[in-house]
């Protein structure tokens, strides 16, 4: 059985993988197809981690990965509209 972060992981990564498969199959180009399943990606994270948190929302840990998982998301953009 499959608990619940788990699933979360599952979901990130169907998530990613969806973008890149719509960048295969259409004319989206493959920034874009990224940009678009991370963005997908977020609301497991953002679920993940402030609504049912593994840690206390106190734990520096968790206000790290908010930061990085933003400045991921941040260079996808502006990949995406540089190019």
């Known amino acids: ?48 981690m402030f609504e049912n948190p593994p840690l206390p929302t106190s734990d520096p840990r968790v206000a790290a990965t908010a930061i990085v998982w933003h400045a991921v998301l941040f260079v996808l953009v502006l990949s995406v509209f540089l190019e």
């Open 1 to 48: 059985m499959l608990s619940y972060y788990d699933k979360i992981l599952v979901g990130i990564g169907v998530s990613l993988v969806g973008g890149l498969l719509i960048s295969v199959f259409t004319v989206v180009t493959l920034n874009t197809g990224v940009l678009l399943g991370a963005l997908a990606a977020s609301g497991f994270v953002y679920h993940a």
